[in-house]
């Protein structure tokens, strides 16, 4: 989309088809993490994210309008609180405040879920973030659905030090027109590369004529160039 084009450029991800599970999720974000620290990045940050949230507490509260939940979803995206209640959606605003550290926001998100409802997901999250330990920094916005319009339970967003906008993108969606759950992530290759470290240059030797071919071999192992 135009709003960002830069996904539709070039792209490098992985995608495991078959499963969705807390399992499945753990692989995936931590197989991201390691992606991007070995791209030479720093300062690295996931942020959690439960795309279907608005619409699981709509159907189990039984009050699932889809005008209403549209409504509310638009503006727990935009953080407005006034616009929340003016949308019938005051019982969510708790949602706005149970983001940041997810140290501090799960919580925050555990309080909200009074009846149990989001039980079995923010116990997934637990677990996730436990994986991921202390290899990144972990921050929870269960409400943000920008770029996650196809995910289903879980979505997660990818920063690092010195690069504008996310680093990519992932989560757990149904493979287009079958039921086939999957769990994948997008790196952003082009925003990637503005940001990883430039590599050495290569040394260049000069050899002599009737040099030793074993020692050419071992400079050029060492990534010399003669």
Do not use: M, N
Not at 99 to 117: H, M, N, Q, S, Y
Not at 167 to 177: D, E, H, K, L, S
């Amino acid at each position: 989309r135009q709003l960002d084009p830069a996904r539709e450029r070039l792209q490098l991800g992985a995608e495991l088809i078959g499963a969705d599970t807390v399992a499945a999720v753990s692989e995936v974000v931590v197989l991201a993490l390691e992606a991007l620290g070995a791209a030479g990045l720093t300062g690295i940050s996931v942020d959690f994210t439960l795309p279907d949230l608005v619409d699981t507490l709509a159907v189990q509260g039984g009050d699932f309008d889809a005008e209403k939940v549209e409504a509310i979803r638009r503006e727990l995206d935009t953080k407005d609180a006034g616009g929340l209640k003016a949308a019938g959606g005051e019982a969510y605003l708790p949602l706005l405040y149970a983001t940041g550290p997810i140290a501090e926001a799960l919580p925050k998100l555990r309080d909200f879920d009074a009846d149990g409802v989001l039980s079995t997901r923010l116990d997934g999250l637990e677990a996730v973030a436990a994986r991921v330990g202390e290899s990144a920094r972990i921050t929870l916005d269960p409400t943000e659905r920008h770029g996650f319009e196809y995910q289903s339970w879980f979505g997660f967003t990818l920063y690092a030090e010195g690069l504008r906008g996310a680093a990519g993108r992932g989560g757990t969606y149904r493979i287009g027109g079958t039921d086939e759950a999957a769990t994948g992530f997008t790196l952003f290759v082009d925003r990637l590369a503005e940001a990883v470290p430039e590599t050495e240059a290569p040394r260049t030797v000069y050899l002599p004529l009737g040099h030793d071919p074993a020692v050419a071999a071992r400079l050029r192992e060492e990534g010399c160039i003669h």
